[in-house]
């Protein structure tokens, strides 16, 4: 049987709009994949219990406010903590380029600017999970 | 120690992660999960169990997080397992329970865990079941089921429920009705949400008040069983209760609560009302929710709640599989030549009947073996 994907959808940090959260919540859900949305201004910590409680193969992070590159090093820093080295963690939002390679290295998989089709972030999950079947 | 018995202790052990994992093996039906859930078995029965169940939007999900709080203000470990439906076309979903339980992530003692309906109702109450075996087996005090929302499909899973809030709330107009044609049966205790709003009161003098021609026409619900038992309990001296079971049955149900309406006292589940995003009333619900469970067990009625449940559960799963046996192609390929046979008269229906039963007995058989 094919297995269901599940993507945790985050958004950490306290900017107040998740209207782009949500737009990629429903096409990952037309995708065929079960999103786990948790809302807005969610800490690191919050993320990353959620994701284990949930078995969720992705987080999904999005930000808005400019901490980044606090945050998203922060849930990888977490996820290690905890010996979770099997999810798949992206990240999108507004993002300047400049910052890109640092959250690549800090092990955020990908990064989706805005603009970015959502068909890319649907591809980029379904080719990269590190949990297979 | 092989990879079930493993996964088994690390589960008794508190471990969120094996817990989750099971979960998952659970819900997409791997087989290799029997042998951590014949382990855990030995360990279920401890946890209350509460169905949290009413229409969408109705806040169940914010309910749930006060109620959650409120239990570990009483300091219960607590397990939610919230259900949302996933979409018929593409098999994917939005849980947006959760948004409502987040802050609760980051306490040790709390355990979320979203479900998605994926498709069919037998895998749905399975799924529930075994989840919720789980997190008993795993040690939360109280685990809650958060429902999709009021129809036939939520009573299949409430079932599973030692309690099960039904919550209402003001301004539904015809969901009253949906809730009057059935679904009040399943309730032991009635919480009106969003008393915020105006005609909160009148919902509560409508359930209230169709409650109690359910008690006196002597219908058959969850409370009026209860509150006979009670009823029995305090009348019956302690030398004779063990002899008189028939307070069980209906008829005495209907009996003893008439009796008490005789004498101006009729018994009838709790009515509350809630302001779910303030939390107003919540600690009410919990003791309301606490004081159920203490019935069920100072009646009795438990262990007979649990042993229904489990029967029901036995005689579902046994018609899954029979199901599924009736669906392989080889049957269908059958089914579709007694059709026939049926129609051009060279036997007729009952006698196709018969023999679509044996050939499927037979398949059965073979495929357990
Ligand atoms: N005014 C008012 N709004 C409330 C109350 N409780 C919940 N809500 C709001 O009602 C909406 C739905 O709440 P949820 O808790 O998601 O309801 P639900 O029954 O879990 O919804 P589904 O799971 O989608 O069926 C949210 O916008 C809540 O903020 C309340 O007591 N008063
Ligand atoms: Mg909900």
């Known amino acids: 049987m094919e297995r269901t994907i599940r993507v945790l959808v985050a958004k950490p940090g306290l900017d107040g709009h998740d209207r782009g959260a949500k737009v990629i919540a429903r096409a990952l859900r037309d995708a065929g994949m079960e999103v786990i949305y948790t809302g807005l201004r969610q800490t690191p910590e919050q993320i990353v219990n959620a994701a284990i409680q949930e078995d969720a193969d992705v987080i999904a992070m999005s930000i808005l406010s400019g901490a980044h590159n606090h945050l998203f090093p922060r849930v990888l820093e977490l996820l290690k903590d905890k010996g979770v080295d099997d999810v798949l963690v992206i990240g999108g939002g507004v993002i300047p380029d400049d910052d890109i390679p640092g959250l690549k290295a800090a092990g955020i998989a990908e990064v989706f600017t805005p603009g970015t089709p959502t068909s890319a972030t649907i591809d980029f999950i379904r080719n990269n999970l590190k949990r297979k079947a | 120690m092989d990879a079930a018995a493993l996964l088994a202790q690390r589960v008794r052990a508190g471990d969120v992660r094996a817990t989750a994992r099971l979960i998952s093996m659970i819900e997409r039906d791997d087989p290799s999960r029997l042998e951590t859930l014949k382990t855990l078995h030995a360990w279920t029965g401890r946890a209350h169990i509460i169905g949290i169940t009413g229409p969408p939007g109705s806040g169940k999900s914010t309910l749930t997080d006060k109620i959650v709080s409120e239990l570990r203000n009483r300091k219960r470990r607590v397990a939610v397992v919230a259900i949302d439906p996933s979409s018929p076309f593409t098999g994917g979903a939005i849980l947006g329970d959760r948004i409502r339980m987040n802050r609760h992530s980051t306490d040790e003692s709390v355990f979320i865990r979203s479900l998605a309906t994926r498709g069919h109702l037998g895998g749905l109450s399975r799924a529930t079941s075994e989840a919720v075996r789980v997190l008993d087996a795993a040690g939360y005090d109280d685990i809650i089921i958060e429902t999709v929302g009021v129809g036939q499909s939520e009573v299949d899973v409430v079932r599973l429920a030692d309690t099960i809030v039904l919550v209402s709330v003001p301004g539904m107009g015809d969901d009253i009705q949906a809730i009057k044609a059935g679904v009040m049966e399943i309730g032991d205790v009635f919480c009106v949400n969003k008393a915020d709003r ?172």
Do not use: C
């Open chain 2, 198 to 369: 105006d005609g909160a009161e009148r919902v509560v003098r409508e359930i209230r008040a169709m409650l109690e021609t359910a008690v006196l026409n002597g219908a058959s619900t969850r409370f009026s069983v209860l509150y006979a038992s009670l009823a029995a309990e305090s009348a019956i001296p302690d030398s004779v209760a063990p002899e008189t079971h028939d307070y069980f049955q209906q008829g005495a149900a209907h009996h003893i609560a008439k009796q008490h309406h005789d004498h101006g006292e009729l018994d009838l589940p709790p009515v509350l009302t809630t302001i779910a995003e303030s939390g107003e009333g919540v600690r009410d619900l919990v003791d309301a929710i606490k004081a159920h469970e203490t019935g069920l067990v100072s009646t009795g009625l438990l262990a007979i709640r649990r042993r229904e449940n489990l029967a029901w559960e036995l005689g579902k799963a046994a018609a899954d599989r029979i199901q599924s046996v009736l669906e392989h192609e080889e049957r269908k390929s059958a089914m579709a030549e007694l059709a026939s046979a049926v129609l051009e008269k060279r036997t007729d229906f009952y006698e196709a009947l018969d023999k679509l039963e044996r050939s499927l007995a037979a398949a059965y058989v073979a495929q357990e073996s």
